[in-house]
């Protein structure tokens, strides 16, 4: 009953139970980082999913924000238009008509304005019916009728 092995016999057997060992062993390696893989692949594919929510809402912010700003251009345009009407009848007025700054200096006037005054120099200097150092000279002025 008993089986002789020879010793090449029992080397061969020894070498083939490591073998089955190695085996096994790289394959629970490998399942656990298959597993690993899996678990990391699952909160990825969660990160790209919330990734994908935030990219349309910023996309949907993008869209509301052009519109709010073609609104606005066309609002822009039209207080333009209405600025330039604006000028455009206060050029009309048989009267002058001017504007200054808080330094006193004259930063608007109509066209009868000019016409009474006369044109503005080369340096951009123009003659003033009122000194812009007389301030209450021009208060009574304003303050006739």
Do not use: C
């Not at 029992?10 to 490998?30: Q, S």
């Amino acid at each position: 009953m008993g089986t002789d092995f020879s010793s090449t016999e029992l080397i061969l057997l020894w070498l083939m139970i490591l073998i089955v060992i190695v085996l096994a062993m790289a394959l629970y390696v490998m399942r656990k980082k298959a597993m690993s893989l899996f678990t990391r692949s699952d909160s990825l594919a969660e990160r790209v999913r919330l990734l994908e929510g935030e990219l349309e809402s910023k996309e949907a912010e993008k869209v509301n924000h052009e519109k709010n700003t073609l609104s606005l251009k066309s609002a822009l345009m039209d207080a333009k238009a209405q600025r330039d009407d604006f000028i455009d009848l206060l050029n009309m007025a048989p009267f002058a008509i001017w504007h200054r700054d808080e330094q006193s200096r004259i930063v608007w006037h109509n066209k009868k304005y000019e016409q009474i005054v006369g044109e503005r120099t080369a340096l951009g200097d123009m003659a003033e019916l009122v000194s812009s150092r007389e301030p209450e000279q021009a208060r009574k002025l304003a303050a006739e009728k």
